[in-house]
C-alpha cells in the first residue's frame, strides 16, 4: 500500500474570549494509507473536526505540513490546492448538504460537472453510483422528497463521483435513528473499501468507530492508538 496522506506536527490554536490562545492541536501526527479507514473520537470540542478540515486542506494550520502523495502542499497555490480537493477528496458531513433545487442524481453528477466532464459522462456515472447505494427508484426526487438516510446514501453517492483517493468523513451517521445510522455505515464502509479508497471518520458512535481499521483518540492536541 502506498501512503496517500501525512499530517507532520501539526498544531492550531483559537483565540478565547479573554484574549488568550487556546490550543486545539499540538505537534500531530498522522498518516493514511491507500485502502486504508481511520477513525477518530474524543470529547466534544476536543479538536476533531478542527483536524479532518485541516488534514482537507479546507483550514491552514499554525504550525507542521500537510503531504499528499508525499507532496509537500505548503508550496501549493490556491487554485492548485482547489483543483487538488476537487479531483482528490471527497466529503460527507452530518447535515447532508445537498442542493435542494436539484435532483439526487443532477446534485451526484454536479462535482463531475465541475470537473469539467461532458453531461452525458457526469450523468451516467451519477447514476450507477445511485444504483450502488441503492437508490435507483429515486434519481429524479428532490433532497426535500428523500428521508434523511436517502438524503445520506445521495451524499455518499456524491462523494464518490469525482472518484477521489481520500474521503473524509464527518459524524456521517450524526442526524440519523439507530436502524438508519448503521444501515448508512455499512454503506458507507463497503462502499469505500471496494473502491480501495482511504477514509478519516470523524464520529462519536463507537460503534462505527470500531469498524475502522484503525481507531485514534484525540485528546490534549494529540492522537493515540485506541485499538479496533
Known sequence: MSELLRLEGISKSFPAPDGSLVEILSGLDLSLEEGEVISIVGRSGSGKSTLLSIAALLL???????????????????REVSSLRSASMGFIFQSSILLEDFS???????????????????????????EKVGLSERMGYRPGQLSGGERQRVAIARALSPSPSVVFADEPTGSLD???????????????????????????????????????????????????
Open 178 to 228: 439507530e436502524r438508519s445510522a448503521a444501515d448508512i455505515e455499512s454503506l458507507l464502509l463497503s462502499a469505500v473499501r471496494s473502491e480501495g479508497l482511504g477514509m478519516i471518520i470523524v464520529t462519536h458512535d463507537r460503534n462505527l468507530a470500531e469498524r475502522a481499521d484503525r481507531m485514534l483518540l484525540l485528546s490534549e492536541g494529540r492522537l493515540f492508538d485506541e485499538g479496533v
Open 104 to 130: 439526487a442524481l443532477e446534485n451526484v453528477a454536479m462535482p463531475l460537472l465541475i470537473q469539467g466532464k461532458g453531461r452525458r459522462e457526469a450523468f451516467s456515472a451519477a447514476e450507477r453510483l445511485l
Open 60 to 78: 491552514s494550520p499554525d504550525g507542521g505540513r500537510i503531504l499528499y502523495g508525499g507532496q509537500d502542499t505548503s508550496s501549493l497555490t490556491a
